[in-house]
């Protein structure tokens, strides 16, 4: 090798060395720009991320097996809306009810959140109480009675602990737990503006009244509304992700499997509250 080869040897490697501290220098402005525009590009990502990332609802969400009062999903309800304070909702739950509930209030209707949120545990309690005979179901004491037939009275009135859909923060009771109030006087002109106009606010009713529409699970519930934007996708993961197995951890969640609670009473809604 010559000088003039060991010269453009030389003028080749400052050149390389001069592009990459270009590269360098630019990158690292960049950085520089990133963190100066800092607040509004986190807040920026942040969306951008929730909106690209596919939602991962966790067995355990489903199944209720939660502290909602501990998550950042939730809500507390504000007195205004409900019956009783500490009664949480999901966010986006919420925030649609609110504006139904102003709606609804300007036509001179008053809808009041009585129950929510209901986890795994609290569920067990009610069903425990019927179950062991501590609390009446229909007036009567169902301690004796054998395990599928206890089974199926109870779901006359309660859902099974891990398959009520409000462990989901999605649903809501409202004004009154009977169907006699929502058939007359007041209570009739509630449920004639709800049938009206809670679609409108991503609302429906998934215990319809029974029939060939809905053959199966639960008896027709007029006070039960349900958050469909979240609610229609936690009924299809739920479907998807959950098997008879998981239902466990309660008196008689032997019987689950034998009456199918998953296939009746889970799947047995309204079909104008799943997705098509
Ligand atoms: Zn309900």
């Not at 590009?41 to 609802?57: F, G, L, R, S």
């Not at 709606?103 to 949120?117: F, H, Q, R, Y």
Request: aromatic residues 12%; contains cysteine; hydrophobic residues 35%.
């Amino acid at each position: 090798m010559n000088m003039t080869s060991h010269f453009s040897v030389y003028l080749k490697s400052i050149f390389v060395l001069g592009i990459m501290i270009a590269f360098h220098s630019c990158s690292t402005s960049q950085v520089r720009d990133n963190e100066r525009n800092n607040d509004t590009n986190a807040i920026k990502d942040t969306t951008e991320i929730e909106v690209e990332q596919p939602k991962i609802y966790t067995v355990d969400y489903l199944l209720g097996k939660f502290t909602p009062e501990s998550d950042t999903n939730f809500i507390e309800i504000p007195a205004k809306y409900c019956s009783r304070n500490g009664m949480l909702m999901r966010r986006e739950a919420f925030g649609a009810f609110k504006e139904m509930f102003e709606a609804a209030e300007t036509e001179g209707v008053n809808l009041k959140i009585i129950s929510a949120t209901r986890n795994f545990n609290y569920q067990k309690g009610i069903w425990e109480r019927k179950w062991t005979g501590k609390t009446l179901v229909g007036g009567k004491d169902l301690s004796n009675t054998p395990g599928k037939e206890r089974a199926l009275a109870i779901l006359k009135y309660s859902s099974m602990p891990g398959t009520s859909r409000h462990h989901w923060g999605t649903d809501i009771d409202l004004n009154e737990l009977t169907n006699s109030y929502f058939e007359a006087g007041e209570g009739l002109i509630v449920y004639q503006w709800l049938l009206n106009n809670a679609p409108n606010y991503g609302f429906c009713q998934p215990y319809s009244e029974k029939g060939e529409q809905r053959p199966n699970g639960y008896e027709e519930e007029k006070w039960h509304w349900s958050y469909m934007p979240l609610s229609e996708e936690l009924t299809e993961a739920y479907k998807e992700r959950i098997s008879y197995d998981m239902i466990k951890g309660f008196k008689g969640d032997e019987t689950a499997k034998e009456i199918e609670v998953i296939k009746k009473y889970v799947l047995g809604i309204n079909s104008q509250c799943i997705a098509p």
